[in-house]
Every structure is written in structure tokens, then in C-alpha cells.
């Protein structure tokens, strides 16, 4: 594994990426990597991914995971939860990266609209810019909308807003009205 000591979760990523890719499962950066590259700048340990994986193939790639010599806690979500089921990996230096399946509202095109950046020599899937919005819209806690606007505010030119509109719509009314709140500012 690449990581060696504590505060190196992102290395671990990469780690979790190689089996991904091995085990032919989409995936794609979220949370405060993808801030980074969105323009949000804040500390911090975690390193985060949605997966496109269907919940009865969890198991199977838990222990693929094992396998590859990480430690493995997996969380199925309620009928409430918004997230279906959430796979943690950890190593022996403490370092966390979680794995989220089955995030309602997200499309499965959110997949293709991820981007490759180039990280530690290797590249990494990251969330596009919005579906990183209306994700954050979606977690709507004041860290979540303040990420959020401060994304909106560097996207310039980038940013589709049809796109986000819709999608942001798909996460519900709160979301959708946070958005409209956002846009309205100078």
C-alpha cells in the first residue's frame, strides 16, 4: 500500500481506485478531494467516492478488497438513508477512505461526466462541477452550501446551468430552492 503513516488517505485512494478499476467498477471522487479541485480550498484526512455498484455486488468487492490487504467495514443504509450502503476501507496507519453506493438522486451519467486529475502520478475520477453542487445542495449543511457557492463563484464559463438546474432538482425542493437562493446572490 502507498500510504505509510497517518494523514495519507488520499494515497490510500489510490490504492481503493486500483481495485476498483481491477473489479471493473466506475467511481468517481467527492466530498472535500473534489472541493480541491473545484476551486474549494479547506483541510482535510478524508478521501471519498461514489461507486457505481449495484448493492448485491458489495460483498464480492468487500472481499476483494480484503484481499488486496485493506480493512473493511461495510454500512447498509435504511429505507431512510439517502445513501444505500457505505463501504469503509482503513489500513494500519488509520487512514480512511469511504466508499458510498446507491446515493439517491445521483444519475448514473454523473459517472461519465467525471474527469480525469492527475494525483501523485496517477489520475483520479473526479465528481464534474455539477454534479458536485448539487451533491453538496443535496448534504445541505452550511459547510456543504457555503462549498457550494464558493464552486459556483469559480466556475465562470464552465458551469452548465441547465445541467445543474436539473440535476440539483433530482436531489428535491430543498436543494432546488437552495440553488435558486444561490444564483440570486451578486
Given at each position: 500500500m502507498r500510504a505509510q503513516r497517518p494523514g495519507e488517505s488520499a494515497l490510500l485512494l489510490l490504492d481503493a481506485v486500483d481495485v476498483l478499476n481491477s473489479a471493473g467498477v466506475s467511481y468517481a471522487v467527492i466530498r472535500a478531494m473534489a472541493?480541491?479541485?473545484?476551486g474549494v480550498v479547506r483541510a482535510?484526512?478524508?478521501?471519498?467516492?461514489v461507486v457505481a455498484?449495484?448493492?448485491?455486488?458489495?460483498r464480492?468487492?468487500?472481499?476483494?478488497?480484503?484481499g488486496a490487504g485493506f480493512r473493511t467495514?461495510?454500512?447498509?443504509?435504511?429505507?431512510?438513508?439517502?445513501?444505500?450502503?457505505?463501504?469503509?476501507?482503513t489500513d494500519?496507519?488509520?487512514?480512511?477512505?469511504?466508499?458510498?453506493?446507491g446515493l439517491r438522486?445521483?444519475?448514473?451519467?454523473a459517472f461519465s461526466r467525471a474527469?480525469?486529475?492527475?494525483?501523485?502520478?496517477?489520475?483520479?475520477?473526479?465528481?464534474?462541477?455539477?454534479?458536485?453542487?448539487?451533491?453538496?445542495?443535496?448534504?445541505?449543511?452550511?459547510?456543504?452550501?457555503?462549498?457550494?457557492?464558493?464552486?459556483?463563484?469559480?466556475?465562470?464559463?464552465?458551469?452548465?446551468?441547465?445541467?445543474?438546474?436539473?440535476l440539483t432538482t433530482q436531489y428535491g425542493p430543498q436543494a432546488a430552492e437552495t440553488l435558486a437562493k444561490l444564483l440570486e446572490r451578486p
Open positions: 472541493a480541491s479541485v473545484h482535510s484526512v478524508d478521501a471519498d467516492a455498484l449495484p448493492v448485491n455486488r458489495l464480492e468487492v468487500e472481499r476483494e478488497f480484503r467495514e461495510l454500512r447498509m443504509g435504511d429505507d431512510e438513508d439517502p445513501i444505500a450502503a457505505v463501504l469503509a476501507l494500519t496507519a488509520g487512514n480512511r477512505v469511504d466508499l458510498l453506493v438522486g445521483l444519475e448514473p451519467a474527469f480525469d486529475v492527475p494525483f501523485q502520478g496517477e489520475r483520479l475520477r473526479v465528481i464534474g462541477l455539477e454534479d458536485f453542487v448539487a451533491m453538496k445542495l443535496f448534504a445541505h449543511g452550511p459547510q456543504d452550501v457555503e462549498d457550494a457557492s464558493f464552486a459556483l463563484a469559480n466556475a465562470g464559463s464552465k458551469l452548465d446551468l441547465d445541467l445543474l438546474r436539473r
